[in-house]
């Protein structure tokens, strides 16, 4: 039986995985911590480039580390920011979250421990994820 991950740890680990973040021009790091079904974690943090349209974000990161392990199937994605207000995944990792899991829980927090909490279908009503399958 896996070690069921809890909010605390979770969190932990977005907020320990911004630490990584590669910045250098928005100098807005971000951490993510993706919760597998098999009760595995892995991260992610967001990397720049002076080209920004080839910057990845720290959600997409964490999934793509997770799907190169095998791993398909998520339960919740935590994200760190140093932000006035929790941030919410942008379009585009909404979408890569959704194709693997379409109601996963984002929990979004700030350095300061303000906290917002939603599903994924809530951030990305009408998904076309899974149509082909």
């Known amino acids: 039986m896996p070690h069921l991950v809890n909010d605390e740890e979770l969190l932990a680990a977005a907020k320990a995985a911004r630490a990584?973040?590669?910045?250098?021009?928005?100098?807005?790091a971000v951490g993510a911590a993706l919760l597998?079904?098999?009760?595995?974690?892995?991260?992610?943090?967001?990397?720049?480039?002076?080209?920004?349209?080839?910057?990845?974000?720290?959600?997409?990161n964490a999934v793509f580390a997770a799907v190169n392990a095998g791993r398909r199937s998520?339960?919740?994605?935590?994200?760190?920011?140093?932000?006035?207000?929790?941030?919410?995944?942008?379009g585009a990792c909404r979408q890569v979250l959704a194709e693997f899991a379409p109601d996963v829980e984002v929990i979004s927090i700030t350095l300061t421990g303000d906290e917002y909490r939603a599903?994924?279908?809530?951030?990305?009503?009408?998904?076309?994820?899974?149509?082909?399958g």
Request: aromatic letters at 10%.
């Open 20 to 28: 990584s973040a590669y910045a250098p021009y928005s100098k807005f």
């Open 74 to 90: 998520f339960l919740r994605i935590a994200v760190c920011a140093d932000s006035k207000e929790p941030v919410a995944p942008c």
């Open 119 to 132: 599903r994924m279908s809530e951030l990305l009503p009408r998904s076309r994820a899974g149509i082909l």
């Open 36 to 60: 597998t079904a098999e009760g595995e974690v892995f991260t992610g943090c967001n990397v720049e480039n002076l080209s920004f349209g080839l910057t990845v974000c720290a959600e997409r």
